[in-house]
Structure formats: structure tokens, C-alpha cells
């Protein structure tokens, strides 16, 4: 989202519906020089019946909470409308496989072709008629494979029409769980920086292996990543563990078990999870794996805000220059449906 910003004026948001709220997160440039902050980062929850699994049943009550969740952040649809929106999807409702390029395809030839093939990945006869939205990124920085996505045009359509509802339009649409993965190398390269003394600081200096794992209400998720970016990872969905901690740290070690390089230290995000609930796993999978295991909080690993703040405004995290020029630091989103 950051490479996407424009360069003088609007921010950049990032909305997420999953199974249980919505998450957003808006990021805007500071005068001078160009760096970006946190501007504001909040959360609602959904009643029943507005999701049906992935899909959204109620579109104009989504929008509805959307736009009280701005309210409560102190801004107004209109404040976001020179803003670039990326909406991310759900992992779970997406299919995807990663190929090697095509080689000799000019960029037109090659957008067809990887479309047509990313439409084979769900049901139907892969024409990439209206049942499906594909879309197609590389596969990892500095990596010559692709990576095709696929799902229910639904999954996407519903999405869309919730902004529009709102008075809102995506630019771009993320997959979740590669988003969280830049997020956590973005915070990870930041809190080398800011806070020297956190221990995966540490880790970042010295190379040594790390993991990022994300729990949700349907997989986990474990990515490893070293100074130099990915290294590996793999992902399962979840079947009956139902959220007990015990049994999410078994899933975990199985997870371990299939990498090919071992991390030193896990981080840990578990979606709508509580304080308690969080560090009750994070105990967990630290004795069952006998690893060093945190918690992954990409606003609070940055800096603490003013706790009596409750409003989601940021007290003004500020990730370097460099990032924000969308180099090496920050990967373009390059995803569109």
C-alpha cells in the first residue's frame, strides 16, 4: 500500500472483512521529506447474519458499520477520497498455486494467459467467465515464479459493493495473509531502528530465522523470514482444534515439522483473540515446540500510544524514508482483480 501512495497528497487505507469485524488502518505522508505514518487504525464487530462464511450477506448494514467505525476514528468518508483504498481478502476463501513465467510472453500475452490459468483454480470450465475473480503478483521479492489467485466472484463483488455503499472505491485488493507478511518485515526492519532492545531486533541484525504465525477462524498460517526477507512457508487448515490453545500448538509443531529451516523465535497473531487468549497460546506453543514464542502486535511493536487514547489516532509512528519510496522495504501490492 505504501509503493501505491500518491506522492503529495491523500493517505492510504487498508479495510479487511473477515468472519468475525473489519479492521482498517489508514497511513498517511508527513512534511517534509515524505515519510509515512499511522494515522489511525480501528475495528467493529459484525452481528450475525451480516457474513454467511466468507460472503457478506447484508451489504448496506457492512456499510453502515464501516462508516460508524469512521465516525468513532474522528473522520468522514469524504476525508478518504483522494486516498489510495486496498481492500484485502480473506485467505481462506482463496485459491492459489504458485508457476514458473512463461518465457517470451510480451505483458499483454502474459496477463492473459495467467489469467485464463488462474480462472482453472475454482470450479467451473476456467473461461474466467463472471463466477470467478483471478489475479496475479510474484511469488515472493526478487523472485522469477508467479503467483495466481483465484476465488468466487461474490467474495470480491460483495466487498466492492460494500465501499460503494459507503462512498468509498478500491484501488487494489490484497490477500490477508500476504499482507500480514509485509507488515510484520516492515515492523520487524522498523523496530531495529526504534526499539533496539525488543528481542527480534536482535534477530533482525543478526540474520538469524524467524516466524511469523497467523490464526484465524479457519488456518494457520507460519511464514519464516530472515534479514534478507522470505525464506519459507506453509499453511493447513484448521480441523477441530476449535480454538483451545493445546491443540493449536500441536497444529503449529506439525507445521514446524514440514519447513525445511528451523526459526529461532515464533510470533504469534490470532485474529479477534483477546489479550489472555493470545498469551494462553503463545504459552502453549512455546512448550509444546520448545521454542522462544511473542506476540505480534504491528502497532504496538512500534511504539505504545497514549493509553488513554481509544480513539485508534495514532500517536504518530513513522517508518523511514525509504520504505515509503516503495524500494526494497516495501513490496508493491501488484494483486488486482
Given amino acids: ?69 469512521l465516525e468513532r476514528l474522528g473522520m468522514r468518508v469524504d476525508d478518504l477520497q483522494d486516498d489510495t483504498i486496498v481492500l484485502a ?21 502474459l496477463r492473459a494467459w495467467c489469467e485464463r490459468r488462474a480462472a482453472m483454480l475454482v470450479p467451473g470450465d476456467g473461461g474466467g467467465d463472471s463466477r470467478s475473480r483471478v489475479g496475479v503478483t510474484w511469488a515472493d521479492p526478487g523472485s522469477h515464479r508467479l503467483r495466481l489467485y483465484a476465488c468466487e466472484a ?37 523496530v531495529r531502528v526504534l526499539a533496539p532492545h525488543e528481542p527480534w ?13 497467523q490464526i484465524d477462524a479457519h488456518d494457520i498460517d507460519l511464514a519464516v523470514f530472515d534479514a534478507r526477507g522470505y525464506v519459507a512457508d506453509v499453511r493447513e487448515r484448521l480441523n477441530g482444534t476449535d480454538g483451545h490453545p493445546e491443540a493449536l500448538a500441536s497444529a503449529v509443531r506439525d507445521l514446524l515439522d514440514k519447513l525445511s529451516v528451523a ?37 504496538g511493536s512500534v511504539g505504545p500510544r497514549d493509553p488513554s487514547d481509544r480513539s485508534g489516532r495514532s500517536a504518530g509512528w513513522a517508518p523511514s524514508s525509504n520504505s515509503a519510496e516503495g524500494g526494497e522495504a516495501v513490496e508493491a501490492v501488484g494483486l488486482r482483480f
Fill in 89 to 109: 481478502l480473506p485467505s481462506y476463501g482463496l485459491k492459489t498455486q504458485v508457476i514458473d513465467r512463461p518465457p517470451d510472453l510480451p505483458p499483454r500475452a
Fill in 1 to 69: 500500500m505504501a509503493a501505491m501512495l500518491p506522492r503529495k497528497t491523500g493517505g492510504g487505507c487498508g479495510i479487511h472483512f473477515d468472519a468475525r469485524g473489519m479492521q482498517f488502518v489508514r497511513v498517511t505522508r508527513m512534511a517534509p521529506g515524505g515519510r509515512l505514518r499511522v494515522d489511525a487504525y480501528g475495528s467493529a464487530v459484525f452481528e450475525d447474519g451480516m457474513l454467511n462464511g466468507a460472503q457478506i450477506a447484508k451489504p448496506e448494514a457492512v456499510a453502515r458499520r464501516l462508516e460508524e467505525m
Fill in 263 to 299: 526459526p529461532l523465535t515464533l510470533y504469534v497473531v490470532a485474529q479477534q483473540a483477546t489479550a489472555s487468549e493470545l498469551a494462553a497460546i503463545c504459552e502453549s506453543v512455546g512448550a509444546v515446540c520448545a521454542i522462544a514464542v511473542h506476540p505480534f502486535d504491528p502497532f
Fill in 154 to 190: 461474490a467474495l470480491v463483488d460483495d466487498r466492492l459493493a460494500v465501499l460503494e455503499l459507503a462512498g468509498l472505491r478500491a484501488h487494489a485488493i490484497d490477500a490477508a495473509h500476504k499482507a500480514a507478511h509485509r507488515a510484520f518485515r516492515w515492523a520487524m526492519r522498523e
Fill in 201 to 213: 531486533a536482535a534477530a533482525e541484525r543478526s540474520g538469524i530465522p524467524v516466524a511469523l504465525v
